[in-house]
């Protein structure tokens, strides 16, 4: 039986947070430190809400999805994110494109829900590689 039915944990636990919050969180601490830490280090920047082995897990997820790099710290890692936020983003977007097989079709359809500002700042970006604004949009 699962621990979850619907949106409440079975057991009645309702501490439970989604991987990509947790995700984000790491990484958010991660960006603030602007330096490698290790799990424990990450554990302790986050309030020590969350058990250090919850921390290790998500910081070894992230490693694999390419969103943070490690290097050796004693007989562990320390971890730092490979990317800004805005590149994160962009990796994001780019994983989702190679998903699908038809490229064409999706920058299409994804440049056809654009709005005016948006259409116009990736217009800007394609014929010079440099904003109009502020990037904000």
Do not use: C, N
Request: aromatic residues 4%; charged residues 30%.
């Amino acid at each position: 039986m699962s621990d979850w039915q619907g949106d409440e944990p079975v057991d009645g636990r309702t501490d439970r947070r989604p991987a990509g919050e947790l995700e984000a969180s790491v990484l958010a601490a991660l960006w603030a430190a602007g330096k490698a830490l290790t799990p424990g280090a990450v554990q302790k920047e986050l309030g020590g809400g969350l058990a250090r082995t919850t921390v290790t897990t998500i910081l070894t997820r992230l490693h694999a999805k390419g969103a943070v790099t490690r290097a050796r710290s004693g007989r562990g890692y320390a971890y730092a994110p490979a990317q800004d936020s805005h590149g994160l983003t962009a990796r994001r977007m780019h994983a989702e494109l190679d998903k699908d097989a038809d490229r064409g079709t999706v920058l299409a359809r994804f440049v056809s829900d654009l709005s005016p500002a948006d259409e116009q700042l990736l217009r800007s970006l394609l014929d010079d590689g440099r904003p109009d604004g502020d990037g904000t949009g």
